[in-house]
């Protein structure tokens, strides 16, 4: 099929819609919808085109109401058409008969809606319904934050800060998308829906070793997986790393899941990641996971609250940034009926011993160190301050440790 139609953009057009029916009400909202003045005839007129234009004359077609250059006639009125077909002979006016392509000086494209990007799609009036479906197609590719980046373009390019070697790069990321995928304790059963869904859909995968077999057994086999983990006798990858890991596949326009243990935001530099990706407008998403601060007791059979032992929890770190030691924490198990959760604590038990010694805790404090909670390996040891280095024999991370009388309900269960 030869093509002879010239695809142009129309600026503030003069247009009359003619007819009030179902098809005309389909091109009213197109119209509408491309925020375009128009003037209508119409005898009858459904109610919902009101809604869609200020300016209707309910009444009989007549040619002295064309006053404009763009005619529209949506009347399936053969005796209307055959008016407007001589006419734009002696006028020079546009015209398109729907549903008439060999009456037509214009087609109606597929558009895509409200969207300062437009994408239009046409069939030279063969199939309005393929020119839909490739128009939805195209629209699918479509970054979701491009309404947000052509306005900031517009800005650029008005305080004429028009830099193309910069837009270039960036419109190598805006197809690309990051999400933090909380991955819970590592049992599969316990990932949200959306998790497995991502995880099973993302391009590339970055995981550590905190990461189960079990969840690294969900991603397909095609999928790129890329280890950015630290752990002993491992090259480590610093977080700057993983920053720039994450750039180097988003430049090529890829999904990437960041798969993080727990929920990201706990704990987890999860919120250092979303503020790098912020910084460089890369679309990110967070998805929650279940934090093993409040479910790895939970699969131990211990509750962080429970009436007679416990109103409140806290969920702590020994590690600070750098590595450094943070005991801040430790005044927390003076407090009554509370439950301190402490994560990643495990190699820092001689320092938290001396603390407690120095704050005089009590020694008989109840205490519980759960291992690969939820896991096939899971390890619970409950005992009393004073044997918790004893109890951490033998414990391998990650780790984490509970401190409060609510262990003694699990111990007297």
């Given amino acids: ?31 509408h919808e491309n925020n375009i003045d128009f003037c209508m005839v119409a005898e009858v007129c459904l109610d919902e085109i009101f809604s869609l234009c200020s300016n209707i004359s309910v009444k009989a077609f007549e040619l ?9 006639d949506a009347t399936g009125n053969m005796h209307v058409t055959e008016q407007l077909v001589a006419l734009k002979k002696e006028r020079n006016i546009l015209l398109n008969v729907v549903d008439v392509p060999h009456l037509c000086d214009f087609y109606f ?13 046409s069939s030279n009036g063969a199939s309005p319904t393929a ?32 830099n193309i070697e910069k837009t270039t790069q960036e419109l190598k990321h805006l197809n690309s998308k990051v999400y933090l995928v909380g991955c819970g304790l590592g049992d599969p059963d316990l990932l949200t829906l959306k998790a497995y869904r991502i995880i099973q859909e993302a391009d590339v995968v970055l995981h550590d070793n905190l990461i189960s077999d079990e969840i690294m ?5 095609a999928t790129t997986k890329v280890y950015v983990g630290k752990k002993k006798g491992h090259h480590s990858k610093s977080q700057h790393d993983i920053h720039e890991t994450i750039l180097e596949y988003t430049a090529k326009g890829l999904t990437v899941a960041r798969l993080k243990s727990g929920d990201p935001f706990i704990f987890g530099r999860g919120a250092e990641e979303l503020l790098f990706l912020n910084e460089h407008n890369i679309p990110c998403e967070v998805i929650a996971g279940i934090s093993s601060a409040i479910a790895a007791p939970l699969v131990a059979g211990i509750p962080i609250t429970a ?55 009590p020694n008989n404090m109840p205490c519980a160190i759960i291992s690969n909670a939820s896991r096939p390996n899971q390890k619970i040891a409950t005992c009393t301050l004073d044997g918790l280095e004893e109890a951490s024999k033998g414990m391998v991370r990650p780790s984490i440790l509970v401190f409060g009388n609510v262990v003694n309900a699990f111990l007297e269960a």
């Fill in 131 to 162: 020119a839909q479906h490739f128009r939805d197609e195209c629209e699918a590719l479509i970054p979701e934050n491009i309404d947000q980046y052509l306005e900031k373009k517009q800005k650029e390019r008005n305080n004429k800060m028009i």
């Fill in 307 to 361: 009436r007679d032992f416990a109103s409140s929890f806290s969920v702590v770190s020994p590690h600070s940034k750098g590595n450094s030691l943070n005991l801040t924490w430790v005044d927390l198990l003076h407090k009554e009926n509370h439950t301190v959760v402490v994560l990643m604590g495990l190699s820092r038990i001689p320092e938290i011993l001396e603390e407690t010694a120095r704050q005089n805790v």
């Fill in 64 to 72: 002295s109401d064309v006053e404009q250059s763009i005619v529209i």
């Fill in 1 to 31: 099929m030869k093509n002879n139609t010239l695809p142009i953009l129309l600026k503030n057009p003069s247009i009359l819609l003619i007819g009030g029916g179902n098809v005309a009400l389909q091109k009213a909202q197109v119209l």
């Fill in 217 to 221: 057994a969900l991603v397909p086999e």
């Fill in 109 to 121: 494209m597929a558009l895509t809606k409200n969207r300062p990007l437009q994408i239009a799609v």
